[in-house]
């Protein structure tokens, strides 16, 4: 009898020792045993701290726009594994999940891969199978020792580089951006969203010969009235074809589709991307504009997403200092006239004192969760109160069992004046959206 989808996942879960064993000998090969079939005729991998997943949002959307059949492989996901591996502008369902499952079974024998190795290599699988014209690869973990790197990027993006996983990548920007710099290839686009990069990744894209490209420096946006145009240090290269046949300049009238100034670098490092690729890809950048208010079909869940009003609630799935420093710009451009409530949990090896430091006097009040009943990293209650008192000494907090317990004690105390913000991981978003659709 044929595992399920949740069998499978319970099973991968347990054929490596540790959850994360980074490098790309044992990926490699069993991806050349399984014939390392080609993803698509064009493949953009992107990396970063923070952004990875918006800025691939905004590619995917701006390809699909373009009459393109993409491929998109995102990490980790919300409600549904499926959400990981998307195809032709859609999940992918379990019987093809399994499919590909049962043939990265097959071609590893007693090599042993971690979950996200198994997973990606299915991905690459399904992608190989498809007649897509581009895949989206977003990295996991770093960038030169993660599974995506097996396939070379036709044009390869850095979105951020800040403090985060240093246990695996460094202990400073210097050392995590040459992490990430590692998915840059010979001759081919890199594209950098960091207007203040670290020198790693400018020296690495230099000795291997890549085309680097930085935000400010390169691109970036100008404000015009009413509207943002997209410019380039090359004037050629700020028109594109967009609808097909007629020429006409970048300029986004209306707001983006996903919320946060910081989206605006990354749309502009997305569209970067594609007028490096030139005539191998067709693009419209208006996908990036917000058509009118979905709540229940964002273009991106978990990213400063909208699920309720009076009170407001807000989720956003920001889990180091670097996202918490834009929640708390986003927080101060968008003020409420009650009080701000944060349910938040963490996992233990994330710098929780970092994020709280970083929000500050913006919460009045945490409604902290104990997180081990939804992963094994979490933090108990009892240290995520020590560490965030530890920086917020006089912060009004409440311990609360788990993220629904959380939730509903905020909405009890809320106004429908106030806000609430449930941020920390993916593991607070996903019991949060659970919550909101029951």
């Known amino acids: 009898m044929r595992r399920t989808l949740e069998e499978w996942l319970a099973y991968q879960q347990q054929i490596h020792a540790r959850g994360i064993d980074m490098g790309l000998d044992r990926v490699r090969e069993v991806w050349k045993r399984m014939g390392a079939p080609r993803l698509a005729p ?3 991998t992107v990396a970063g701290t923070n952004g990875k997943g918006s800025t691939v949002a905004f590619l995917e959307a701006m390809l699909g726009a373009g009459g393109m059949r993409v491929g998109a492989y995102t990490s980790p996901h919300i409600l549904r594994y499926n959400e990981r591996v ?21 071609a590893r024998g007693d090599t042993t891969l971690t979950y996200f190795e198994f997973g990606t290599l299915a991905a690459f699988l399904i992608f190989a199978q498809s007649n897509l014209d581009v895949v989206l690869l977003e990295v996991g973990l770093g960038g030169r020792l993660d599974a995506v790197n097996v396939v070379d990027a036709d044009c390869a993006v850095v979105v951020t580089v800040d403090l985060d996983h240093m246990e695996y990548l460094g202990p400073d920007r210097e050392a995590i951006g040459r992490e990430k710099a590692g998915i840059f290839r010979t001759g081919k686009p890199a594209i950098i969203g960091e207007t203040d990069p670290p020198a790693s990744v400018l020296e690495y894209a230099r000795a291997i010969g890549a085309r680097a490209e930085v ?4 691109f970036g946006w100008e404000p015009q009235i009413d509207a943002l145009a997209w410019w380039h240090r090359d004037p050629r290269q700020t028109r594109h074809v967009a609808p097909a046949g ?15 100034a910081f989206q605006y670098r990354n749309a502009a490092t997305a569209i970067a991307a594609l007028q490096a690729l030139g005539d191998h890809v067709r693009w419209d950048a208006r996908a990036l504009v917000k058509p009118g208010v979905d709540a229940s079909a ?5 990213r400063l997403q909208h699920l309720a009003e009076h009170p407001d609630l807000v989720i956003d799935v920001g889990h180091n200092p670097q996202a918490a420093r834009e929640l708390a710009r986003w927080l ?6 009650g009080a701000t ?11 929780i004192e970092g994020v709280a430091a970083a929000l500050g006097a913006r919460i009045d009040h945490w409604y902290l969760a104990d997180l081990l009943g939804e992963s094994p990293r979490g933090e108990t209650i009892a240290r995520l109160l020590k560490r965030v008192r530890a920086v917020l000494p006089e912060a009004a907090c409440s311990e609360h069992p788990d993220i629904p317990a959380a939730l509903a004690a905020a909405r009890a105390q809320a106004s429908p004046a106030d806000r609430i913000i449930a941020f920390g991981s993916f593991h607070v978003v996903a019991p949060v959206l659970k919550a909101c659709r029951v």
């Open 42 to 44: 064009t493949v953009i």
């Open 86 to 106: 998307r195809a032709g502008g859609g999940e992918t369902g379990d019987a093809a999940l399994i499919d590909a499952f049962e043939r990265v079974e097959a």
């Open 215 to 218: 935000l400010g420096r390169d």
């Open 246 to 260: 007629s020429s006409s300049d970048i300029v986004l009238h209306g707001e983006l589709a996903l919320e946060g």
């Open 298 to 302: 964002p273009l991106l869940a978990g």
């Open 332 to 337: 101060d451009r968008h003020p409420v006239a």
């Open 341 to 351: 409530r944060a349910v938040f949990g963490a996992l233990a090896d994330k710098d």
